[in-house]
């Protein structure tokens, strides 16, 4: 007689060949469909094996749930039957309707280490089901959360990275299948397209007062918005979700109406709809009666606490969200300084609404990072602060505005501080999209591993949007992990050819992997007006053409020395120039150049890391 039984979809074969191995050599009789000989009838010969097996291992995996998983599905249903079924993840995926009662063992990222706990679960969950006795209780398998854990997590990046995908929910709590959702973007049937930025507006509010719900998955903006004209099944499935908020609204002369409604991602059927009409300054008390409702749709039971956090940093005043909504949008887009005059009207209008304070604090951080120096960098700073501590303090519990306190401090080379920031923020919020970037990003500069599972808690949140390649390349490189790097800058670089982020990381990774002729292609390639081009083509010419480098240096010199200070530390240094690299560091500290956040981890700082003057510098900004 067969132990074990393999269900697997044929596509993951090299996938679950190292799961096949580990069993066997821990003395477990595996068939799996290799074991189909030439001129066998594979049918007759794998409902013989399914019959017999005393356990049924099924993978679940993106493949195996998707429409051609039918195999699959039809071998999950028969070992339910016989109370052989075993289920496994390789993939961050819920198995299908009807499969979920039984708890499936999370093997993504597992690379074939037999004393991996994660591997020790399934054998011992196998070896119960042959037994016929209890399965033993499932070993969590969790990324750390919080920055109040500084240590860094050793093992390959697929495999941390994998591990903080499929903990999106482990990270709170051990969340029922059914408790994820994708807010869509609401119609907007005012009849007037300028009047998109409320209607998608009043959406995201939703998410961000669904965020707050610690057990909730909630998908992010980018994604969900890209699924504005998909039908519910799609939208679901894309998103990685179990249920859709879709819904519409109109503003009328004093009134507001807003249709809501929750739909099953599977079945399509409504799960709880509800049309709101009420006066335009009830638009608050509508949000948070929608927040609720989904929850309680969800079986999610919401205490007094938690629903008055719902609404927290809210406003009544239409005027006030009006000019918010429309102010946030800008800063979407970019156009900072405009966006900050819509979020002045804003708080003109409510001087209590916490949220434009957070945006406008962000928005003076973004100003303040690529335009302003000297004097003016440090005012802009100092009022940004001034702002994300105002909206702390109307908000105490907010992540988006402890978050925004951390980027000020960052920009303000005051990592101590920042560090606690972004900290408060993870634990007041850390579902939210905006939250968990910033805070991985600050993590990866300060060259902690944690940053990993959080951009991947972070994608599988946001599993559409095109520069998560990008983003995941600049982290990889502030991790030293080049290979890597490389290879997410080139799969960003596929879908933006000329993105100068994905080119910075390209060049780096590929400078600190002793590959100056490919580092000065992609230096090239970046704009001239910025920076980072001269003082990459200087690196990457340093040790092949030092005439080059010196041209590059000179003309970085010449035109950034007012504002890229850092940069030209990063050349002397990579050229070999100590003295130079510390007299530009020196000044990029007193330029407040927002570069040094990078001091700790940056590959051109490597030459000059051993000099005992270098000890001070990461001392001097605060680097845990």
Same mark, same amino acid.
């Given at each position: 007689?067969?132990?074990?039984?393999?269900?697997?979809?044929?596509?993951?074969?090299?996938?679950?060949?190292?799961?096949?191995?580990?069993?066997?050599?821990?003395?477990?009789?595996?068939?799996?469909?290799?074991?189909?000989?030439?001129?066998?009838?594979?049918?007759?010969?794998?409902?013989?094996?399914?019959?017999?097996?005393?356990?049924?291992?099924?993978?679940?995996?993106?493949?195996?749930?998707?429409?051609?998983?039918?195999?699959?599905?039809?071998?999950?249903?028969?070992?339910?039957?016989?109370?052989?079924?075993?289920?496994?993840?390789?993939?961050?995926?819920?198995?299908?309707?009807?499969?979920?009662?039984?708890?499936?063992?999370?093997?993504?990222?597992?690379?074939?280490?037999?004393?991996?706990?994660?591997?020790?679960?399934?054998?011992?969950?196998?070896?119960?089901?042959?037994?016929?006795?209890?399965?033993?209780?499932?070993?969590?398998?969790?990324?750390?959360?919080?920055?109040?854990?500084?240590?860094?997590?050793?093992?390959?990046?697929?495999?941390?990275?994998?591990?903080?995908?499929?903990?999106?929910?482990?990270?709170?709590?051990?969340?029922?299948?059914?408790?994820?959702?994708?807010?869509?973007?609401?119609?907007?049937?005012?009849?007037?397209?300028?009047?998109?930025?409320?209607?998608?507006?009043?959406?995201?509010?939703?998410?961000?007062?669904?965020?707050?719900?610690?057990?909730?998955?909630?998908?992010?903006?980018?994604?969900?918005?890209?699924?504005?004209?998909?039908?519910?099944?799609?939208?679901?499935?894309?998103?990685?979700?179990?249920?859709?908020?879709?819904?519409?609204?109109?503003?009328?002369?004093?009134?507001?109406?807003?249709?809501?409604?929750?739909?099953?991602?599977?079945?399509?059927?409504?799960?709880?709809?509800?049309?709101?009409?009420?006066?335009?300054?009830?638009?608050?008390?509508?949000?948070?009666?929608?927040?609720?409702?989904?929850?309680?749709?969800?079986?999610?039971?919401?205490?007094?606490?938690?629903?008055?956090?719902?609404?927290?940093?809210?406003?009544?005043?239409?005027?006030?969200?009006?000019?918010?909504?429309?102010?946030?949008?800008?800063?979407?887009?970019?156009?900072?300084?405009? =966006? +900050?005059? !819509?979020?002045?009207?804003?708080? %003109?209008? /409510? *001087?209590?609404? #916490?949220?434009?304070?957070? $945006? &406008? @604090?962000?928005?003076?951080?973004?100003?303040?990072?690529?335009?302003?120096?000297?004097?003016?960098?440090?005012?802009?700073?100092?009022?940004?602060?001034?702002?994300?501590?105002?909206?702390?303090?109307?908000?105490?519990?907010?992540?988006?505005?402890?978050?925004?306190?951390?980027?000020?401090?960052?920009?303000?080379?005051?990592?101590?501080?920042?560090?606690?920031?972004?900290?408060?923020?993870?634990?007041?919020?850390?579902?939210?999209?905006?939250?968990?970037?910033?805070?991985?990003?600050?993590?990866?500069?300060?060259?902690?591993?944690? =940053? +990993?599972? !959080?951009?991947?808690?972070?994608? %599988?949140? /946001? *599993?559409?949007? #095109?520069?998560?390649?990008? $983003? &995941? @390349?600049?982290?990889?490189?502030?991790?030293?992990?080049?290979?890597?790097?490389?290879?997410?800058?080139?799969?960003?670089?596929?879908?933006?050819?000329?993105?100068?982020?994905?080119?910075?990381?390209?060049?780096?990774?590929?400078?600190?992997?002793?590959?100056?002729?490919?580092?000065?292609?992609?230096?090239?390639?970046?704009?001239?007006?910025?920076?980072?081009?001269?003082?990459?083509?200087?690196?990457?010419?340093?040790?092949?053409?030092?005439?080059?480098?010196?041209?590059?240096?000179?003309?970085?010199?010449?035109?950034?020395?007012?504002?890229?200070?850092?940069?030209?530390?990063?050349?002397?240094?990579?050229?070999?120039?100590?003295?130079?690299?510390?007299?530009?560091?020196?000044?990029?500290?007193?330029?407040?150049?927002?570069?040094?956040?990078?001091?700790?981890?940056?590959?051109?700082?490597?030459?000059?890391?051993?000099?005992?003057?270098?000890?001070?510098?990461?001392?001097?900004?605060?680097?845990?």
């Amino acid at each position: 007689m067969t132990d074990l039984f393999v269900s697997y979809k044929s596509e993951d074969r090299a996938r679950v060949a190292p799961l096949v191995a580990a069993l066997e050599a821990d003395g477990i009789s595996v068939w799996w469909d290799t074991h189909i000989g030439s001129g066998s009838s594979w049918r007759e010969s794998i409902e013989t094996n399914l019959s017999r097996a005393g356990c049924v291992l099924v993978v679940w995996s993106e493949r195996s749930v998707g429409s051609e998983g039918s195999f699959v599905r039809d071998e999950a249903t028969r070992s339910l039957r016989r109370g052989t079924y075993l289920p496994v993840r390789i993939d961050p995926v819920e198995p299908p309707l009807g499969f979920g009662e039984t708890q499936a063992a999370s093997l993504i990222g597992w690379r074939g280490d037999r004393k991996d706990p994660r591997y020790l679960e399934v054998l011992g969950a196998a070896r119960a089901v042959l037994a016929g006795t209890p399965r033993p209780s499932p070993q969590a398998y969790q990324a750390k959360r919080g920055l109040d854990r500084r240590l860094v997590i050793g093992g390959s990046v697929a495999a941390v990275a994998a591990a903080g995908a499929g903990g999106w929910w482990a990270l709170h709590r051990q969340g029922a299948p059914g408790d994820s959702v994708a807010v869509l973007p609401f119609e907007n049937l005012s009849g007037d397209p300028t009047q998109a930025y409320f209607s998608d507006g009043i959406a995201e509010e939703l998410r961000d007062a669904l965020t707050r719900i610690a057990s909730l998955k909630v998908a992010a903006r980018t994604s969900s918005e890209l699924m504005r004209d998909a039908d519910v099944a799609t939208a679901a499935a894309k998103l990685g979700v179990a249920n859709i908020l879709t819904g519409s609204v109109r503003r009328g002369s004093g009134t507001l109406r807003i249709n809501a409604q929750l739909v099953d991602g599977v079945s399509g059927l409504t799960r709880w709809s509800e049309a709101y009409t009420r006066p335009i300054g009830d638009a608050l008390a509508i949000q948070t009666g929608i927040a609720e409702s989904v929850a309680s749709a969800l079986s999610i039971t919401l205490g007094g606490v938690q629903k008055a956090l719902l609404a927290v940093g809210g406003t009544n005043n239409p005027r006030a969200r009006d000019a918010y909504l429309q102010g946030v949008e800008l800063v979407r887009k970019n156009e900072n300084e405009r =966006a +900050i005059e !819509l979020l002045n009207a804003a708080i %003109a209008a /409510d *001087p209590n609404f #916490a949220k434009p304070y957070a $945006s &406008r @604090a962000d928005a003076r951080v973004i100003i303040a990072a690529k335009s302003l120096g000297g004097g003016a960098l440090r005012a802009e700073l100092t009022n940004a602060e001034a702002d994300a501590r105002r909206a702390i303090s109307l908000a105490p519990n907010w992540g988006p505005a402890l978050s925004a306190l951390g980027a000020v401090l960052e920009n303000r080379l005051d990592l101590r501080g920042a560090a606690s920031a972004f900290d408060a923020a993870l634990k007041a919020s850390a579902n939210d999209a905006v939250v968990l970037r910033k805070a991985a990003n600050f993590l990866a500069r300060q060259g902690n591993r944690e =940053a +990993i599972a !959080l951009y991947s808690r972070l994608e %599988a949140s /946001d *599993p559409l949007r #095109a520069r998560n390649p990008i $983003s &995941r @390349a600049a982290m990889l490189v502030n991790l030293g992990l080049f290979d890597d790097a490389i290879t997410s800058a080139q799969a960003g670089l596929a879908s933006f050819p000329n993105d100068p982020p994905a080119l910075y990381a390209l060049a780096l990774a590929q400078l600190a992997k002793g590959q100056p002729v490919e580092a000065l292609k992609a230096a090239k390639r970046i704009p001239p007006e910025l920076p980072f081009g001269p003082a990459y083509v200087a690196a990457a010419t340093a040790t092949t053409d030092r005439a080059a480098s010196d041209r590059a240096l000179k003309e970085l010199i010449d035109n950034h020395s007012d504002n890229a200070q850092y940069q030209i530390a990063e050349a002397h240094s990579w050229r070999g120039e100590k003295d130079a690299a510390f007299q530009a560091l020196g000044r990029a500290w007193d330029a407040l150049d927002p570069g040094l956040a990078n001091l700790k981890t940056d590959p051109l700082l490597v030459p000059i890391r051993s000099d005992p003057r270098f000890g001070e510098w990461p001392r001097k900004i605060g680097f845990s």
